[in-house]
């Protein structure tokens, strides 16, 4: 299996702009988390879907993000307009539901100018 | 804060020696994992620990837990210069039906050669 895969890798955009960031999470892996990592906040869980169900969105900073999982091998992160403080790591992870570790993906790097 | 706490933030040590990194936490958990990141990856899964184990080996990775003191530590042993990354501890509990991974601060560990 190859893995969490994420797409992009780098992203650098305008402030403004509409950002979507995609994630393919393992075959089999039923939930899937979306985390956003910055130096002075650390790695912030922002949505948690299972069976391709938003389950926790608590962590959404705001209206400008949306996360949507129409199937089972497929999520995005939107954000609409993005800020500079958006700039961040965005980790998607699946999880193992028999021994409950998460996979991560090797993330997506988002700079708003 | 959704976070806990690791110390030390930073630790810096020769080849061959261990390295031991804490991790504390607020709440009751279901289990506790630390993963391993190397600079500009995504996390990798080390090691898992129940609430009901208190010490957990694996290869040259030891874990303890303390749940009545709210800690945990990761024990390195002979240390590689490979083994230079940052680790997180998570922890993890199943509440209102879902499972809430919250991720420490992270330790920066440096083997210098």
């Known amino acids: 299996d190859a893995g969490v895969i994420q797409s992009p890798r780098h992203e650098v955009t305008e402030m403004g702009q509409e950002v979507t960031l995609r994630c393919k999470p393992i075959?089999?892996?039923?939930?899937l988390f979306w985390y956003r990592q910055t130096m002075m906040r650390g790695l912030e869980l922002l949505i948690y879907f299972n069976n391709n169900v938003p389950i926790d969105d608590s962590g959404m900073p705001e209206d400008r993000f949306s996360a949507k999982m129409p199937n089972a091998s497929f999520s995005t992160l939107k954000i609409q307009p993005s800020e500079p403080r958006d700039s961040a790591v965005y980790f998607c992870a699946s999880r193992l539901e028999r021994t409950g570790e998460l996979f991560f993906g090797e993330g997506s790097r988002l700079t708003v100018l | 804060s959704q976070q806990g706490e690791e110390d030390p933030q930073a630790l810096s040590i020769q080849e061959g020696e261990n390295a031991t990194m804490n991790c504390s936490y607020k709440t009751s958990i279901n289990n506790l994992q630390w993963y391993r990141q190397n600079s500009g990856r995504g996390l990798v899964h080390l090691i898992l620990?129940?609430?009901?184990?208190r010490e957990k080996h694996s290869g040259r990775l030891r874990v303890t837990l303390d749940t009545s003191k709210k800690s945990s530590s990761l024990l390195i042993t002979a240390s590689r210069a490979a083994d230079t990354a940052s680790y997180f501890c998570?922890?993890?509990?199943?509440?209102?039906?879902?499972?809430?991974?919250?991720f420490g601060t992270g330790t920066r560990l440096k083997v210098l050669a």
């Open positions: 075959s089999g892996h039923n939930s």
């Open positions: 998570a922890t993890v509990r199943f509440t209102s039906g879902t499972y809430k991974y919250i």
């Open positions: 620990i129940r609430s009901n184990e």
